[in-house]
């Protein structure tokens, strides 16, 4: 307690159980140590080194980890209160349980969440997700003799489906927290794919422009009468322009499915204008 050993190396210590409060170990260098199940306590850890050590069932807080590093250590159970090393810092010196890491990472964006690092937050929160599909994958190859006494034929199968619903989520919905996946996906679906999927499966009740000879004007309206019937279909409850009229119909299945995905857009957009608003920007 209230020790200043700044800069100061150790090397081959064990510690178990230990209890280290108000340390000042800015530059302090940890070479191969075990730290079995210590506490630290409102401790300043800036420009610090663990180097190969064990911190396994460690707890930290309120502790200033500011440019430490942990090369080579094992983060197995750690956990965090107050504070938090940032992402760079340990992503790769998480536990290697996929179990255990989104655990782990799970942790820190609480707390990072409570000292308002928002950045840091979404990050971690991807990342935790990414260990959940580690995890799943690992169940349906049967990654090691865990997995495979533990999970049984159906239950992979089971697993197959969970795996996939979070490899779409995040491709396409950004797990509700990316406005760049978010903007992408719109852009792709809303914009490329779905209109595309129109102009194949639609009905026109005139002929389509011949691309060879049609006018820039002839043009323009068929894209334009293909891009309304295409954001009505994906937004349901955008009324038609006055006085227009569509000569552009599309089949029933594919409009409801422009609806469906349209409407679950919709509910990330909410999620993400919820999130951006509870960071108090």
């Known amino acids: 307690m209230n020790e200043k050993i700044d800069g100061e190396r150790y090397e081959h210590f064990i510690f178990e159980f230990c209890t280290f409060e108000k340390i000042g170990a800015k530059g302090a260098k940890f070479v191969h140590c075990e730290f079995r199940h210590c506490e630290f306590i409102d401790c300043y850890l800036a420009h ?18 500011s440019w430490a590093e942990f090369p080579g250590s094992g983060l197995d159970y750690t956990n965090f209160l107050n504070c938090g090393p940032v992402i760079q810092q340990i992503i790769n010196q998480k536990p290697t349980d996929p179990q255990n890491a989104a655990k782990f990472l ?3 964006a609480a707390e990072h969440r ?22 799943f994958w690992y169940v ?16 992979r199968i089971g697993y197959v489906f969970r795996l996939l619903g979070y490899k779409l989520s995040g491709f396409i919905f950004g797990y509700g927290i990316s406005w760049a996946t978010f903007l992408r996906t719109m852009f792709i679906f809303g914009f490329l794919l779905f209109p595309f999927l129109n102009s194949i499966f ?6 389509k422009p011949d691309w060879a000879t049609a006018t820039g004007e002839e043009i323009w309206a068929y894209f334009s009468d293909l891009y309304t019937v295409s954001t009505k279909s994906f937004f349901p409850f955008v009324p038609s322009p006055a006085g227009n009229h569509l000569d552009l119909t599309i089949p029933f299945w594919l409009s409801s499915i422009e609806a ?6 919709i509910a990330v957009f909410a999620a993400l204008l919820f999130r951006w608003a509870s960071k108090g920007l």
């Open 202 to 207: 639609g009905k026109s009740i005139g002929e």
């Open 106 to 108: 799970r942790n820190l």
């Open 114 to 135: 409570r000292l308002g690092n928002w950045d840091q937050v979404d990050r971690f929160v991807i990342e935790s997700y990414k260990e959940r599909e580690r995890h």
């Open 260 to 265: 469906v995905f349209g409407t679950s857009m």
């Open 48 to 65: 610090a080194t663990f180097d190969h050590c064990s911190l396994t069932g460690s707890f930290f807080e309120k502790c200033v980890f």
């Open 140 to 155: 349906v190859n049967g990654e090691n003799d865990h997995y495979r006494g533990k999970y049984g034929t159906r239950q």
